[in-house]
Structures are given as structure tokens and as C-alpha cells.
């Protein structure tokens, strides 16, 4: 039986790495008027649907695809919750 | 008194929306072996530190930003999480 997860990834950059992008917006929302924005941090948000036997199996392959793909861990942060969608049964 | 907040905003496209990056980060997995992930779609986490009155004007300030900035709500949705991170007084 082959279960069905959402993972919601979250991809920060590190606090002690500079975020370009986060200083623009920033800079942006305070030329439109809003100068009570004290700091703006940019990342990603991923939802992977991916089909597994059991929750520590998505969780071992989600690591490894945060690792080796969806963040660069040398300047980011990763986490994900996973919650179960659907289960199946049959071939896949 | 002012009060800081920290909203943590998601950002996603549009479920009828094509994602490409999703689809090209979906085949980049498929091809290092993870032919178990269904769907990939990728939006933007953003968190935005504002000082505020209250929690009110935090969240209108914050609708107004993703509506005009954060955001293309033509094809994404976006939401929020407000917390209350650090009172202040004093004058900003």
C-alpha cells in the first residue's frame, strides 16, 4: 500500500547571509509609503505531493531532495511539515 | 506605544495557474531517481518585520503590501501569519 503526502518546504536564507533581494522589496515598500517595515527576508515555499510507503520513507526522501536540489545548504535554511493526503492502494 | 510584528507570507500560484518551475523542478527530480513525487509547485515565503499600533493595522498594512507589491494577484493567492514578536515603547 503506497500512502500520498504533502510536504509545505520552507527555504529561508540564513540569518548571517545578506538577502539581496529582501533589502529591494524593503527599499520598495518604503518608496510606496510604508516606512514601518524594519526588515524583509525573501524565501521559498514548495509544495511537493509525493507517494510513499510510510511517513519516515517521505521523510528520508524529502531530506534528500531539500539537500541536494530544492535549497543550497551552504547559505539556506530548510524545514518541511508533511501531512498525509490520501491513501492508496493498487500498483504505481 | 508600538508593537512589532512578524507575518510569515505565503505566496502561490494559482492552482489553475501553469508553474514552471514546478514542472522543471519536478522532471530535475524525476531524472536523480524520485519518480514517486507527483506534483511540485513552487511560491515564495516571505517574513516582514513591522512595527505597528495594533494587530489590525498590521494586517491591513500587510494586505495593502501584498496586494500592490509582494504579490501579482492576477495569478497568485497569498496568505499570512501575524505574531506578536516584541513590544516597544517609545517613538519610531
Redesign the interface.
Same mark, same amino acid.
Given at each position: 500500500m503506497q500512502r =500520498?503526502y504533502l510536504a509545505k518546504i520552507?527555504? $529561508?536564507v540564513r540569518p548571517s547571509v545578506l538577502d539581496p533581494a #529582501?533589502v529591494a522589496?524593503q527599499s #520598495?515598500?518604503k518608496q510606496?509609503g510604508?516606512d514601518?517595515? /524594519? %526588515?524583509?527576508? @525573501?524565501? =521559498?515555499?514548495? /509544495?511537493? $505531493?509525493? @507517494?510513499?510507503p510510510d511517513e519516515p520513507k517521505a521523510r528520508q526522501?524529502l531530506n534528500q531532495?531539500c539537500e %541536494?536540489?530544492?535549497a543550497n545548504p551552504v547559505i539556506e535554511n530548510y524545514r518541511f511539515d508533511l501531512i498525509e493526503v490520501e491513501s492508496q492502494t493498487g500498483v504505481?
Open positions: =500520498k520552507f527555504v $529561508t #529582501g522589496v #520598495g515598500l510606496m510604508y514601518n517595515v /524594519e %526588515q524583509v527576508r @525573501i524565501g =521559498k515555499y514548495i /509544495e511537493v $505531493t509525493i @507517494i510513499s526522501d531532495m %541536494q536540489m530544492l504505481f
